[in-house]
């Protein structure tokens, strides 16, 4: 008995945390630019985009061996999803807009090295995961002490060109 009374608290624990978590998110979208009043947390039958973005970015993680370097990696990826889901030419405006506006001291080396990476990851959505079709709008990283949990806020209705 007392195992189980131990896993129900232990439950409990987690929801709470994980609403604290959600809840801040939540803040943030209405605060933004976007003023998103009304979301779905984690939709049924929907993939939860929060383990999408992650294996979406598995093979760039061990290049990001800090929070600040996952954040950097998360942002770029996030850049790189929503993009692909433009042609091609509207792909490439996108991220120099954000590159030279979100970045305005970097060198011509660093900018390129940040165009690979997106174009890589543009032909990995595109490759691997054109199944999922929903707009990232922002997330949230915390660290745990064991890792970081990801908290992701997408469209729920699917876009409908790539």
Known sequence: MASSKSRKIKRKRTSK???KRFEGLKSKLERGPLRVQRFVVEPRGEAKMSEVLTDFVEPYRELADT?????????????AWNASFLPEKEQQEMVERVLVGGIPGATK???????????KLIARKKAYFVEYRR???????????RGYHLAVASTLQETSSQ
């Not at 929070?67 to 942002?75: D, G, I």
């Not at 080396?109 to 174009?119: D, F, T």
């Not at 990232?136 to 915390?142: C, S, V």
């Open 135 to 145: 707009i990232i709008i922002d997330y949230e990283l915390k660290d745990t002490g």
């Open 109 to 119: 080396e660093l900018k390129a090295g940040l165009r690979e990476i997106v174009s």
């Open 17 to 19: 945390r994980k609403q």
């Open 67 to 79: 929070e600040e370097a996952y954040r950097k990696l998360l942002t770029l990826a996030i850049l």
